[in-house]
């Protein structure tokens, strides 16, 4: 596209045009193809390539995103390829480039091999799903305006993941804001896979099916849980998990797995849990009685303070 197009004169076999602020949108994999093309020598002299062009005038800044979507929709297009046209994501790419870690925002053979020093798009958007919001209670939920939970991440992961991604969807802004650093959704990948591993593993060691089940489809809601009860990891400006990290992710994670189940059992008469999970109705309520669990468990531990009727009797009496 260009802002202004200038025919000189021609025929239908040949015509020269003038063009002012020429970019290629729409075009990327086509000019590299070109490009390397080129380089190797391989370009036919009876090579032809249909291009369109579009006079677009001035002021008209997200023109190139507008024409992108329009003439993709003639193909299957998936939401991640649209959250590529965000410029925060090249930035993000940048930033975790400079620190030696590869981040695919862009659909590719190469972004599907499972690297420890790379990652996509898709993962990160599961990840801070998973991982970077509090857990709240349906009271928490009352309040105006209505706060960010957890919960409603988790479930839309486990019945509809693609909305994570969507960029004119609800969801991705909050997964992706502008003020996400690079080392931060690196370590919040970091952190999910190791998790993932830990309750993956899990499943395959239980017997019973009740437990196989809760452990493959309650992944989300547990990773959420031990976020919630993380910070103190969460919050390190690191990209590497330390050993003293992943013990206590590895504990946590084996505790409120637990708790978790326990809330849930009563559960299993009536849904497996696999509907359980991929259901808000039903996951909300899962989550306000482990919360209530959790509650009395750190009562427990609050140590009561001693009064003046309670003071030890002194040495000698």
């Known amino acids: ?94 930033e975790l480039a400079a ?26 958007a599961v990840a801070m799903a998973c991982l970077g919001f509090k857990v709240r209670s349906a009271a928490e939920l009352q309040q105006h305006p209505r706060p ?32 996400l650093s690079g080392v931060r959704i690196c370590r919040f990948v970091r952190m999910y896979r190791f998790i993932d591993r830990i309750l993956a593993d899990t499943e395959r060691s239980e017997n019973g099916y009740h437990r196989r089940m809760f452990f493959r489809h309650g992944r989300y809601l547990i990773m959420a849980f031990v976020a919630s009860r993380s910070t103190d990891v969460i919050g390190t400006p690191q990209l590497e998990l330390t050993v003293e990290d992943q013990t206590l992710l590895s504990q946590r994670t084996n505790k ?21 999970f991929r259901n808000l109705t039903d996951t909300q309520p899962l989550a306000d009685s482990t919360l209530e669990r959790l509650a009395q468990q750190d009562a427990l531990l609050v140590p009561v303070p ?12």
């Open 1 to 94: 596209m260009a802002e202004t197009i200038t025919p000189a004169a021609g025929n239908t076999q040949k015509c020269a045009f003038g063009f002012k602020k020429l970019s290629i949108v729409n075009g990327a994999q086509t000019a590299g193809s070109i490009f390397n093309a080129t380089l190797a020598g391989n370009i036919s002299p009876d090579a032809k390539l249909l291009v369109t062009l579009i006079e677009i005038g001035n002021g008209a800044d997200d023109i190139g995103l507008k024409i992108t979507r329009a003439r993709n929709h003639q193909n299957v297009v998936r939401g991640v390829d649209f959250a590529a046209l965000d410029p925060n994501q090249e930035r993000l790419r940048q």
């Open 99 to 124: 620190v030696g870690v590869t981040y695919f925002y862009r659909p590719s053979a190469e972004a599907r091999a499972r690297r420890d020093d790379a990652f996509t798009l898709e993962e990160a």
């Open 148 to 179: 960010i939970n957890a919960v409603d991440f988790v479930v839309t992961a486990k019945k509809e993941i693609g909305r994570l991604w969507e960029q004119d969807g609800t969801l991705y802004g909050q997964l992706f804001p502008a003020a």
């Open 256 to 276: 409120l797995s637990e708790l978790i189940y326990a809330a849930s059992e009563q559960m299993q008469a009536f849904k497996g849990y696999l509907a359980i």
């Open 306 to 317: 001693i009064t003046s009727q309670q003071q030890p009797p002194a040495m000698g009496e």
